[in-house]
């Protein structure tokens, strides 16, 4: 029997109401809280407004092997969502956060800050990926 089916097993052993992990990698993650400025902001708000893209987007991401979970959170009294790459991938090790007052902009905030703000790359901690020599900067 290999880890994974007895990761499995494990798991179903629990029985329900169990919150036991089966491993610890998400402890050992950096949370992104990357903040937009105003700028940012007004930029994301026009992007939101392209409902089916946005969604295109999630699928796209969700299809590349990153998971999402969404919660409300107490204590910014807001809706958070959390984005989680692939362990093997280039962003293993953080975890990219987003806030809003509903789950759709929650969800939405975490993606802009993926593609537009970080375009793809956590692994700064979520300061900015421009450089010197880009154009953009």
């Not at 990219?96 to 993606?111: D, H, K, M, P, V």
Request: aromatic share 10%.
């Amino acid at each position: 029997m290999g880890v994974k089916d007895e990761q499995l097993l494990s798991k179903r052993n629990r029985g329900r109401g169990s919150r036991q992990p089966i491993s610890s990698s998400a402890s050992d993650s950096e949370f992104i809280n990357l903040e937009l400025d105003k700028e940012q902001t007004v930029r994301y708000r026009e992007w939101r407004d392209d409902v089916i893209n946005v969604l295109d987007i999630w699928t796209e991401e969700i299809e590349n092997g990153y998971k999402f979970s969404t919660k409300y959170d107490d204590y910014s009294s807001s809706v958070a969502a959390f984005m989680f790459p692939d362990p093997t991938g280039p962003n293993s090790g953080f975890i990219l956060t987003g806030r809003g007052g509903t789950a759709f902009r929650a969800l939405s905030e975490c993606l802009f800050k993926h593609r537009e703000v970080l375009r793809g790359e956590w692994g700064n901690g979520g300061r900015s990926n421009l450089r010197l020599e880009d154009p953009d900067f």
